[in-house]
């Protein structure tokens, strides 16, 4: 489990703002867009009543606070929370829905500062706490994830829900490069998901911070599924490929080269992990538990 010493969190924090300002201006709609229907599916997951409170952490550029906003309606309430301020921007620049709450942005970072934001204050004191507590794709950015849950669960009123996604256990292509390749080379990984063993390592931190767990599930991967074949040749075509549209950060940071060579034994490690063949796609474990 990772430590959660402040100056951990500075990295973290300062990783995840690097990594997602990059990303900004083409999140919606990279990698087929999968980003926008996960965040549809938050708000069909977790159904918040008409005049609930939503408080979505790591909002980023809005995918899942202004479905929200429309699902909760004029007189529900909903804070956005995020660190980046490039993905703020364009979330302020996107259209409320007709009929929808209104969304008050804030910049902040979604663990020790969380407290302190005065419109989450506001809702507590003034309701009792959230009716809905969400975090999509972002929560394996997050340093100390029990510590977390606790903190966040100490948030809802009673009754109100915590849904949360976490990356599955598969030796995703994603995972391969993000995390395996860039430790190999001695670059900071921008995600801990090693403690994902199972669906139930997210039920466990749920039950730990005294929520019920309604329901957990994994999903159908959010891109087309492909299974790689261990030839040469594909392994240097997913190389040049990937490198070029989604992992940049090796050629931004000069070490296009030296990846190249070290993939050859990263993909050793996916063929062992995917019985013969490299797989790709985005499955994802979610979990919704319930303050009692």
Same mark, same amino acid.
């Given at each position: ?55 979505? =952490? ?7 606070? %202004?479905? $929200? @906003? *429309?699902?909760?309606? +004029?007189?529900? !309430? ?97 995972? =391969? ?7 190999? %080379?001695? $670059? @900071? *990984?921008?995600?801990? +998901?090693?403690? !994902? ?96």
């Amino acid at each position: 489990m990772p430590s959660s010493s402040s100056a951990n969190n500075e990295t973290d924090k300062l990783s995840a703002e690097t990594l997602y300002s990059d990303r900004a201006s083409n999140y919606d709609t990279s990698n087929g867009g999968w980003h926008v229907k996960l965040g549809q599916d938050f708000v069909r997951w977790s159904a918040p009543a008409p005049g609930s409170a939503v408080l979505d =952490l790591a909002c980023g550029t809005g995918l899942v606070a %202004l479905p $929200m @906003a *429309a699902a909760v309606g +004029r007189d529900g !309430v909903v804070v956005g929370v995020d660190l980046t301020t490039a993905m703020l921007n364009l979330a302020r620049e996107k259209k409320i829905p007709e009929g929808a709450a209104r969304v008050e942005w804030v910049e902040a970072n979604i663990t020790e500062e969380l407290g302190e934001v005065d419109a989450v204050r506001r809702v507590v004191a003034e309701r009792g706490g959230f009716d809905v507590i969400s975090c999509c794709s972002a929560f394996v950015l997050l340093d100390d994830p029990t510590s977390v849950i606790r903190r966040w669960a100490g948030m809802l009123r009673e009754g109100g829900r915590l849904i949360v996604d976490v990356p599955t256990e598969d030796l995703t292509m994603q995972y =391969l490069f993000m995390s395996v390749l860039s430790t190999k %080379l001695g $670059m @900071a *990984a921008p995600y801990d +998901r090693e403690w !994902v063993q199972s669906m139930h390592s997210l039920e466990r931190m749920y039950e730990d911070a005294g929520l019920v767990v309604e329901k957990s599930w994994r999903t159908k991967s959010y891109i087309p599924e492909t299974w790689y074949e261990d030839k040469e040749s594909v392994r240097d075509d997913v190389f040049d490929k990937q490198t070029r549209e989604l992992y940049v950060r090796f050629a931004q940071e000069g070490r296009q080269e030296d990846a190249r060579i070290a993939w050859r034994d990263v993909w050793k490690l996916g063929v062992e992990g995917g019985n013969g063949k490299v797989y790709e796609g985005y499955p994802v474990y979610v979990s919704i538990g319930r303050r009692p």
